[in-house]
């Protein structure tokens, strides 16, 4: 009952910054806490930034804190990611995520995921 679709990702140079936006559709997403992550090649799926189940509350991973900001729009069912000061250690595709349990770093607590968008920082 959930669909998930990211947007905006593309190629950046480093310092510059980048807006990506992940539209929602269904009846139960009001109900599910929303999350990013990103995997680059090679490597392990990675906790990004997420919203506690009340949306009060934002959640970062260290290596973006200060330049990542997670933020939504609630009547346009649409959660973005703002990324500014990027660098090159940032390129990965991104995805975002809907969580029905558990913690919010855990992706194998996320039962749906979008199709994921690519953001490439060149040096």
């Known amino acids: 009952q959930v669909q998930l679709v990211e947007s905006g990702g593309g190629l950046v140079q480093a310092g510059g910054s980048l807006r990506l936006s992940c539209a929602a559709s269904?009846?139960?997403?009001?109900?599910?806490?929303m999350g990013w992550f990103r995997q680059a090649p090679g490597k392990e799926r990675e906790f990004v930034a997420a919203f506690s189940w009340s949306g009060g509350l934002t959640y970062y991973a260290d290596p973006v804190k200060g330049r990542f900001t997670i933020s939504r729009d609630n009547a346009k069912k649409t959660v973005y990611l703002e990324m500014n000061s990027l660098k090159p250690e940032d390129t990965a595709v991104y995805y975002c995520a809907s969580r029905s349990r558990g913690h919010y770093y855990a992706s194998r607590d996320y039962d749906y995921w979008g199709q994921g968008t690519q953001v490439t920082v060149s040096s």
């Open positions: 269904g009846r139960t997403f009001s109900s599910y806490a």
